[in-house]
T-cell receptor, first 114, second 114 residues
Framework: AQSVTQPDIHITVSEGASLELRCNYSYGATPYLFWYVQSPGQGLQLLLKYFSGDTLVQGIKGFEAEFKRSQSSFNLRKPSVHWSDAAEYFC????????????FGTGTRLLVSP | EAGVTQFPSHSVIEKGQTVTLRCDPI?????LYWYRRVMGKEIKFLLHFVKESKQDESGMPNNRFLAERTGGTYSTLKVQPAELEDSGVYFC????????????FGPGTRLTVL
C-alpha cells in the first residue's frame, strides 16, 4: 500500500547535538517530498521540499534533507539543535497522480533537553 | 501579506449539534485544502477546491460533512450532526496554481465533540 512512514514517534536530543528524523515512503514513482514543522499553537510551516535535481535539499532554520531513491527515504537533518526546535515534524508527499493532496506521515515529536 | 486564517481556534460541542468551521486562504490562492488530524493519527486530506469548484473530495468521511467555497474566496466546513469521532484538529491550507506550489497552512481549529 502507498504510505509515508515516520518510525520515530518521539525523539529527545540534547541542545547542540545533531538531529536526524527518518522518513520512508512507499510509492511506485518518486513523489514530491516535503518536511513540515508544527510548533505549539502554530500551523504547519514548510521546512523544505524536493521535486527533482540535487538530492541534498537546504531548508529554513538550518535544516536539510537528503533524498535517497534506493532507500525510498527523505531524512531530515540538522547539525546542531536549538531549544526552539522542539516541535512536531511531519514528512509528507504529493503522489504523482494528478491530484495535489499531501499525504502525511504520523509525525515525530522532538524534545530538546538542556 | 496575511497568512491562512481559521475560525474558530477551538470549538466544543455536544454530539448531535452542528458546527461550521471557516477558512480564509491567502489572497490570490486558487487552491484551498482541508485536512484533519484525529488524536494520535496522521494528518489526513479531506478535500481540495480550485476556486469555487471541488477538485477532489475523496477524503470526506461521510455525508455529515459539507464543504463550500463561496465565490472562490473563503471556505466553510460544516459538520451536521457531529459525532464523537469527528473530534480532532481541522487544518486549512492554500496554494497558488501548480502542483509544485507550496501549501500554506492555517493554525487549525480544534474541534471537541462531547
Amino acid at each position: 500500500a502507498q504510505s509515508v512512514t515516520q518510525p520515530d514517534i518521539h525523539i529527545t536530543v540534547s541542545e547542540g547535538a545533531s538531529l536526524e528524523l527518518r522518513c520512508n515512503y512507499s510509492y511506485g514513482a518518486t513523489p514530491y517530498l516535503f518536511w513540515y514543522v508544527q510548533s505549539p499553537g502554530q500551523g504547519l510551516q514548510l521546512l523544505l521540499k524536493y521535486f527533482s535535481g540535487d538530492t541534498l535539499v537546504q531548508g529554513i532554520k538550518g535544516f536539510e534533507a537528503e533524498f535517497k531513491r534506493s532507500q525510498s527515504s527523505f531524512n531530515l537533518r540538522k547539525p546542531s539543535v536549538h531549544w526552539s526546535d522542539a516541535a512536531e515534524y511531519f514528512c509528507a508527499v504529493v503522489p504523482l497522480t494528478g491530484f495535489q493532496k499531501l499525504v502525511f506521515g504520523t509525525g515525530t515529536r522532538l524534545l530538546v533537553s538542556p | 501579506e496575511a497568512g491562512v486564517t481559521q475560525f474558530p481556534s477551538h470549538s466544543v460541542i455536544e454530539k448531535g449539534q452542528t458546527v461550521t468551521l471557516r477558512c480564509d486562504p491567502i489572497s490570490g490562492h486558487d487552491n484551498l485544502y482541508w485536512y484533519r488530524r484525529v488524536m494520535g493519527k496522521e494528518i489526513k486530506f479531506l478535500l481540495h477546491f480550485v476556486k469555487e469548484s471541488k477538485q477532489d473530495e475523496s477524503g470526506m468521511p461521510n455525508n455529515r460533512f459539507l464543504a463550500e467555497r463561496t465565490g472562490g474566496t473563503y471556505s466553510t466546513l460544516k459538520v451536521q450532526p457531529a459525532e464523537l469521532e469527528d473530534s480532532g484538529v481541522y487544518f486549512c491550507a492554500s496554494s497558488q496554481d501548480r502542483t509544485t506550489d507550496t501549501q500554506y497552512f492555517g493554525p487549525g481549529t480544534r474541534l471537541t465533540v462531547l
